[in-house]
């Protein structure tokens, strides 16, 4: 099993930044893929960006190509998330999780909350 904590989550104005980091513990190694995903008020949770830890290879949802970046630290187990030019529909609680090569994600972190204003 793999422990997520995410953090960097705040509030912050249309246009703005922020920088999600998920630091992961535990059996790290049978982790291939680190992944992050959000869940909107009232919405089911989406992908949002995905990293092999091996590799480096990464893949994001369209919505959010050329504004969202996700990098890993192999020395800190850490995953990052940077964003920007946030909107207020990138409103979300955001989750990181890491996953099998099948593309399961069988580890979940606690979430943390992003509010953009507009």
């Known amino acids: 099993q793999v422990q997520l904590v995410e953090s960097g989550g705040g509030l912050v104005q249309a246009g703005g930044s922020l920088r999600l980091s998920c630091a992961a513990s535990g059996r790290t190694f049978s982790a291939y893929r680190m992944g992050w995903f959000r869940q909107a008020p009232g919405k089911e949770r989406k992908f949002v960006a995905a990293?092999?830890?091996?590799?480096?290879?990464?893949h994001y949802a369209d919505s959010v190509k050329g504004r969202f970046t996700i990098s890993r630290d192999g020395a800190k187990n850490t995953v990052y998330l940077q964003m920007n030019s946030l909107k207020p529909e990138d409103t979300a609680v955001y989750y990181c999780?890491?996953?099998?090569?099948?593309?399961?994600?069988?580890?979940w972190g606690q979430g943390t909350q992003v509010t953009v204003s507009s």
């Open positions: 999780a890491a996953g099998l090569s099948t593309g399961v994600y069988t580890d």
């Open positions: 990293i092999i830890w091996s590799d480096g290879t990464k």
